[in-house]
């Protein structure tokens, strides 16, 4: 048998805070499993400034979104490899959503002013954006290939290694037009064993291949899904180099980088890379 409340012993209320834990002394707290500690500890400006902090923790940020758009990326190419079309979707639109936060970080980085970023640019030598790792490996997996880029890692096997892979490994477009080629589209060697080194290019074999796609998307709806949701992958790269090269150029203007380019006018010219040319060309021939 149960007691009903008395008046002097009051239901708990459930939504009281002091219903929470409230002791870890030998439990495993928020900040243990995410090793804040680990990771705030990384967070050492090397001058007074006060936007160096917001500078190191867009980059930092960044740095995670790109990890996770390496792992999302490789884990939808190990499905195309198999010849599944479907279960990449859900990969390739987790990697959309976070180019729109890697995207939306430039915004918050356009709140420091050139006066701001003076302060401390000198502070931290040739260090640039341009020696990331992991936005070298992003470009690498979608197709984008120069050997020259890999040689900023050259000091550093553990990193170098990876790319040096992924270089001479097919990438996630090359992965699907393989998937064009086993079902039934006529695609010519010079296509599918190309020298996995060098970007893809144009080639009217797969533009026709495309529009074979496009001319009849219910026969070869998986495909044509999985073009579009490439599209929207290249769509926010471009929208994220856009961003990149307007932010350089309100803040240095056309100085030259840290990393020895010529800054915006090398950020400029990335903009006319493109990583899936008959997927933007395929519409003209609709």
């Given at each position: 048998?149960?007691?009903?409340?008395?008046?002097?012993?009051?239901?708990?209320?459930?939504?009281?805070?002091?219903?929470?834990?409230?002791?870890?002394?030998?439990?495993?707290?928020?900040?243990?499993?995410?090793?804040?500690?680990?990771?705030?500890?990384?967070?050492?400006?090397?001058?007074?400034?006060?936007?160096?902090?917001?500078?190191?923790?867009?980059?930092?940020?960044?740095?995670?979104?790109?990890?996770?758009?390496?792992?999302?990326?490789?884990?939808?190419?190990?499905?195309?490899?198999?010849?599944?079309?479907?279960?990449?979707?859900?990969?390739?639109?987790?990697?959309?959503?976070?180019?729109?936060?890697?995207?939306?970080?430039?915004?918050?980085?356009?709140?420091?002013?050139?006066a701001d970023y003076l302060q401390f640019r000198?502070?931290?030598?040739?260090?640039?954006?341009?020696?990331?790792?992991?936005?070298?490996?992003?470009?690498?997996?979608?197709?984008?290939?120069?050997?020259?880029?890999?040689?900023?890692?050259?000091?550093?096997?553990?990193?170098?290694?990876?790319?040096?892979?992924?270089?001479?490994?097919?990438?996630?477009?090359?992965?699907?037009?393989?998937?064009?080629?086993?079902?039934?589209?006529?695609?010519?060697?010079?296509?599918?064993?190309?020298?996995?080194?060098?970007?893809?290019?144009?080639?009217?074999?797969?533009?026709?291949?495309?529009?074979?796609?496009?001319?009849?998307?219910?026969?070869?709806?998986?495909?044509?899904?999985?073009?579009?949701?490439?599209?929207?992958?290249?769509?926010?790269?471009?929208?994220?180099?856009?961003?990149?090269?307007?932010?350089?150029?309100?803040?240095?203007?056309?100085?030259?980088?840290?990393?020895?380019?010529?800054?915006?006018?090398?950020?400029?010219?990335?903009?006319?890379?493109?990583?899936?040319?008959?997927?933007?060309?395929?519409?003209?021939?609709?």
């Open positions: 048998m149960t007691s009903s409340p008395t008046p002097d012993r009051p239901t708990p209320d459930r939504d009281a805070p002091e219903q929470a834990r409230l002791d870890f002394t030998r439990r495993l707290s928020y900040g243990d499993y995410l090793h804040l500690d680990t990771l705030l500890s990384a967070h050492q400006p090397v001058t007074g400034a006060h936007d160096e902090h917001l500078f190191i923790t867009v980059h930092h940020v960044s740095e995670l979104w790109l990890s996770l758009v390496v792992r999302e990326l490789r884990a939808a190419m190990d499905q195309l490899a198999a010849g599944i079309t479907d279960a990449p979707l859900k990969g390739l639109t987790r990697v959309v959503r976070a180019q729109e936060q890697l995207t939306a970080a430039w915004e918050v980085l356009k709140t420091m002013t050139p000198g502070a931290f030598g040739e260090a640039s954006g341009f020696q990331s790792a992991g936005y070298r490996m992003v470009e690498v997996l979608l197709g984008n290939r120069n050997p020259t880029l890999l040689k900023p890692h050259a000091h550093r096997p553990d990193l170098h290694g990876p790319l040096e892979a992924a270089l001479h490994a097919p990438s996630v477009y090359d992965l699907t037009l393989r998937l064009l080629a086993a079902r039934g589209l006529p695609l010519p060697a010079e296509v599918l064993e190309r020298d996995l080194t060098r970007p893809h290019e144009a080639h009217p074999a797969v533009l026709d291949a495309w529009l074979t796609v496009y001319r009849d998307p219910e026969r070869y709806w998986d495909l044509y899904e999985l073009a579009e949701k490439l599209l929207d992958v290249e769509d926010n790269f471009r929208a994220w180099r856009f961003n990149h090269l307007t932010t350089v150029e309100r803040t240095i203007g056309f100085k030259r980088g840290s990393g020895g380019t010529s800054g915006a006018g090398y950020l400029r010219r990335a903009l006319d890379v493109v990583l899936f040319p008959e997927l933007w060309e395929v519409r003209t021939h609709l």
